[in-house]
C-alpha cells in the first residue's frame, strides 16, 4: 500500500519539481493557507493536491498567489517614505552619486517605483541603479505593467498623482519615465544568492511570514549586502531584535546602517 504524503514531503516535492522554497515559512500560517486552498477545491489530501498543481498551471498560479500575498501600495506607510525622502536619500547621496538599490520582495512594483519617483525628483538628471525582485513571476509581471487600481495609489499625492501617472477607467498607468527607472527580476529570498553592494535594500513586508531563524539569516545576509554606510530599510511592522549583534546601526526605527567608520551620520538613534 502507497502512503500518503504527509506536509513535509509536500513541500519538499513543491521544492525539488517547482523552486519555491517551503521550509522558511512559518508553519501554522502557511499549513492554514494551503489547507483553506485545498478546502475550496475540495481537495481532500496533500497527494491529490500535489497532483493537482502538477497537472494544471491555473492552480500553481493560484498555490503561488496566496502563499506569497503581493498586496503592496505607493509610498506604503507614508511617513516612512517621508523619512527616507527627507533624510536617508540625501545623506546617501551624499556618499554616492549614483546609487544601487536593491527592492527585495517588491510585488507588482510600488515599492520601487515610490524610490523611483523620489530619486528622480531629488536628481533627474542622475540614472539610480534601482533593482527589484520577488519570488512570484505573475507580480513581476504586474509591476512591468504598471498599472494600479486606486487603492494602489491612496498615498500619491495629487501633483504626483498628475505628474506620473495616466488614469483610464478606474486604473492608474505610471508613465514610461518612471518604469524604465526599475529593473525587475525573479528572486528567491530563501534559496537565491544576494547581490553586492547596495546603498539601499527595502525589505518590508515579507520576512513577517517567515521562522524567526530564517529572518536572522536574511538580515544578516542583507547585511553583507549593503556596502559599507548602506540602509537596510524594513516594514512598519517589524524590528530586528538582533541589530546590534548582527552589526546594524539603528539610524531610526524601521532605518539600519551598516557602519562605515571614517564617516559620522547628521541622524539621531531613536
Ligand atoms: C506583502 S508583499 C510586500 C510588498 C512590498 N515589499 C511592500 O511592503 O508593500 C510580500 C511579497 O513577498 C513576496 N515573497 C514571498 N515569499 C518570498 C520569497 N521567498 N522570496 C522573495 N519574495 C517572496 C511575495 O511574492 C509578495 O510579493
Given at each position: 500500500m502507497r502512503w500518503l504524503m504527509d506536509f513535509k514531503e509536500f513541500k519538499q516535492r513543491i521544492y525539488r519539481r517547482f523552486g519555491l522554497y517551503l521550509e522558511g515559512y512559518k508553519e501554522p500560517q502557511l499549513k492554514r493557507r494551503i489547507e483553506s486552498l485545498m478546502f475550496s477545491l475540495n481537495v481532500q489530501s496533500y497527494q491529490e493536491y500535489w497532483e493537482l498543481l502538477n497537472r494544471d498551471p491555473d492552480q500553481?498560479?493560484?498555490?503561488?498567489?496566496?502563499?506569497?500575498?503581493?498586496?503592496?501600495?505607493?509610498?506604503?506607510?507614508?511617513?516612512?517614505f517621508q523619512r527616507l525622502e527627507k533624510e536617508i536619500l540625501p545623506?546617501?547621496?551624499?556618499?554616492?552619486?549614483?546609487?544601487?538599490?536593491?527592492?527585495?520582495?517588491?510585488?507588482?512594483?510600488?515599492?520601487?517605483?515610490?524610490v523611483a519617483i523620489i530619486l528622480k525628483e531629488l536628481?533627474?538628471?542622475?540614472?539610480?541603479?534601482?533593482?527589484?525582485?520577488?519570488?512570484?513571476?505573475g507580480a513581476l509581471e504586474a509591476a512591468r505593467r504598471g498599472i494600479y487600481p486606486r487603492r494602489a495609489v491612496q498615498a500619491v499625492s495629487p501633483e504626483r498623482l498628475r505628474r506620473y501617472f495616466r488614469?483610464?477607467?478606474?486604473?492608474?498607468?505610471?508613465?514610461?519615465?518612471?518604469?524604465?527607472?526599475?529593473?525587475?527580476?525573479?528572486?528567491?529570498?530563501?534559496?537565491?544568492?544576494?547581490?553586492?553592494?547596495?546603498?539601499?535594500?527595502?525589505?518590508?513586508?515579507?520576512?513577517?511570514?517567515?521562522?524567526?531563524?530564517?529572518?536572522?539569516?536574511l538580515y544578516r545576509q542583507f547585511y553583507k549586502s549593503l556596502a559599507p554606510g548602506g540602509v537596510l530599510f524594513i516594514g512598519a511592522t517589524e524590528s530586528i531584535f538582533q541589530y546590534r549583534e548582527i552589526g546594524f546601526e539603528k539610524l531610526a526605527p524601521w532605518f539600519y546602517r551598516r557602519p562605515e567608520e571614517a564617516r559620522k551620520w547628521g541622524l539621531g538613534i531613536t
Open positions: 500553481w498560479q493560484r498555490f503561488v498567489d496566496k502563499i506569497t500575498i503581493n498586496v503592496s501600495e505607493f509610498f506604503r506607510n507614508p511617513e516612512l545623506e546617501l547621496l551624499k556618499r554616492r552619486q549614483v546609487l544601487k538599490i536593491w527592492s527585495a520582495a517588491c510585488a507588482d512594483g510600488p515599492e520601487p517605483y515610490s536628481t533627474p538628471k542622475v540614472r539610480h541603479r534601482i533593482e527589484a525582485t520577488d519570488v512570484d513571476l488614469q483610464e477607467g478606474e486604473n492608474f498607468h505610471l508613465v514610461p519615465e518612471i518604469k524604465e527607472l526599475v529593473t525587475f527580476r525573479q528572486h528567491d529570498l530563501l534559496s537565491d544568492p544576494y547581490g553586492q553592494d547596495y546603498d539601499l535594500i527595502l525589505c518590508r513586508n515579507v520576512t513577517i511570514y517567515f521562522t524567526t531563524e530564517v529572518q536572522d539569516r
